[in-house]
């Protein structure tokens, strides 16, 4: 009986009380600044003559002695250049100082260092190889650190809305991005499949960083990215919960590389996570610190200031990239997330509608302000861009790749190339429709924070497995708000009359 007495803490307490124990959040860290390293190493060995640009840069050829580029050599392990090497040996001594902190201290102290451990390992795992690849491909040929659509088009993008063109219009063929990949997969260069919000939110860090004398559009990503980290330990109550969050969205290794080369995904990402901040401030005020909420307290005035934040910071995620707007009916849900009970029929389900559509208009109104202008000027040209060209449609449509089943269509021989038609969107109806009616009706029964999140990334992964294309940067965005679902799903507050089975 002592004996098990003895055992019994062991299991009943958490870690952080368990003197001795090492804490799962050491090993999260390792494994996903590690997992970066490694993707990021087999990254840059793909990019030929790295070691003499960086050693002719002006700013970094400096930052390593000349003796100490010689010992070095050209030769040598991934990333095969001295900078490089520096910054992953000064992560991973800061990966063993995280663990060594884990083990030798405990309580306030232990947090503070190791959240300091955590910025730095940031900053020299994904902020600083970032700034490495814009001063890179500054120096040239543009386009050698960078992605096409994400860095060179949008750039273009913003230089055609300066100068009074419509980008919907324009062909990019007198840009960076005309020498950018395969020749035979440049299709790109006639259509922007982007929406507003990605070039018009950035045209004034462009005047700025070109008043200044440098800009990479990467630096309003890894600006926005600054922002949600700093957010993020908000949507999770426990110190151990909080770095956890952290690092799953700033070193998830997958979207890591796609923000170092600069693609897209964390612009929207950063605005659907500022919704999900800010309604989350709503729910917390609103709900009086955890007792079941009533309606009279979700009127408060911070938190519908905040709901409204929630709303216009969707809008903006919907007006940048349709990725977006599959998270609109989940969205919807926590924004009624005051109501016990859902009706689906009858004046239940026209009192909910009409508290959707007053709470909702505001992200309607900024998605209409910044597509609007251009649906007037020319409706066919944005059609065209957006939708058309990921539909392969046209004769420079969007071809066929990525991960999922288009690939069977591929090796079963449906169709000629890369760029023949089919018709995936029977796939994506029977596989995304009967999927959707099951992830609202968990949602309706546990309207969570932490199941909406599930559910969007669940529901676009298998949305986009059926469709003309999956491309892994699409599996980074997913990855996020499936960390995202698990992290907050038990710290997140239930609403009145929730299902605790309706969890992840």
């Known amino acids: 009986m002592s004996d098990q007495k003895r055992e019994e803490p062991l299991h009943n307490v958490d870690q952080a009380a368990a003197p001795g124990l090492p804490g799962w959040d050491v090993l999260l860290l390792i494994l996903l600044t590690l997992a970066i390293l490694m993707i990021g190493g087999f990254a840059e060995s793909g990019l030929g003559g790295r070691f003499a640009d960086v050693a002719r840069h002006p700013l970094l050829g400096q930052l390593v002695p000349a003796a100490g580029v010689a ?44 959240w300091v451990l ?70 790109a260069l006639y259509h922007y499949p982007y929406l507003p919000w990605t070039f018009l939110f950035s045209t004034p860090f462009y005047l700025i960083g070109n008043a200044l004398g440098f800009y990479d559009q990467r630096l309003v990503y890894l600006l926005l990215l600054a922002i949600a980290l700093f957010l993020a330990p908000r949507l999770a109550h426990q ?19 796609d923000i170092m080369f600069g693609q897209n995904d964390v612009f929207v990402f950063c605005w659907l996570f500022f919704a999900l901040v800010a309604w989350h401030r709503w729910y917390s005020v609103a709900s009086s610190g955890g007792s079941p909420p009533t309606a009279p307290n979700f009127g408060e005035p911070r938190g519908q200031i905040a709901r409204l934040i929630a709303v216009v910071a969707f809008g903006a995620a919907c007006a940048s990239k349709p990725t977006a707007w599959f ?33 909702g208009w505001p992200a309607l109104l900024l998605f209409m302000l910044c597509i609007g202008p251009y649906l007037l000027w020319d409706p066919f040209a944005i059609y065209d861009d957006v939708w058309r060209w990921s539909n392969g449609q046209g004769e420079t449509g969007y071809q066929i790749w990525g991960w999922g ?57 298998i949305f986009f497995y059926g469709s003309r294309f999956l491309n892994e940067n699409y599996l980074a965005f997913i990855l996020t708000f499936l960390a995202l679902g698990i992290i907050t799903a038990s710290t997140a507050g239930r609403t009145a009359g929730s299902d605790p089975r309706g969890h992840p």
């Open 327 to 359: 998270f609109a009916p989940f969205f919807g849900l926590l924004l009624l997330a005051d109501q016990e009970r859902f009706s689906l029929t009858g004046r239940g389900l026209l009192r909910q509608s009409m508290r959707l559509i007053r709470r």
């Open 118 to 187: 955590l910025a730095g390992v940031l900053l020299t795992a994904l902020y600083l190889p970032t700034l490495k690849f814009m001063l890179l491909d500054a120096q040239g040929p543009r386009g050698s650190y960078s992605h096409d659509g994400g860095v060179l088009q949008t750039e273009a993008t913003i230089v055609f809305f300066l100068q009074g063109k419509n980008p919907y219009r324009e062909d990019y063929t007198a840009t960076p991005m005309a020498t950018w990949g395969h020749p035979d997969f440049r299709t």
């Open 405 to 461: 089943a288009s690939n069977f269509v591929l090796a079963m021989g449906l169709v000629a190339d890369r760029f023949g038609l089919w018709p995936f969107w029977r796939i994506e109806v029977l596989l995304a429709l009967p999927t959707l009616l099951w992830f609202l009706w968990r949602q309706v029964r546990a309207n969570t924070l932490a199941n909406a999140c599930w559910h969007y990334g669940l529901f676009l992964l």
């Open 239 to 257: 110190p151990r919960h909080k770095v956890a969050l952290v690092m799953l969205i700033g070193l998830n290794p997958l979207m890591a590389l």
């Open 71 to 114: 010992a070095m050599g050209e030769i040598g392990p991934r990333p095969a250049e001295p900078l490089g090497l520096l910054l992953y040996a000064t992560t991973i001594a800061l990966l063993i100082l995280y663990a060594l902190v884990d083990l030798a201290l405990r309580g306030r102290w232990q947090w503070r260092l190791k």
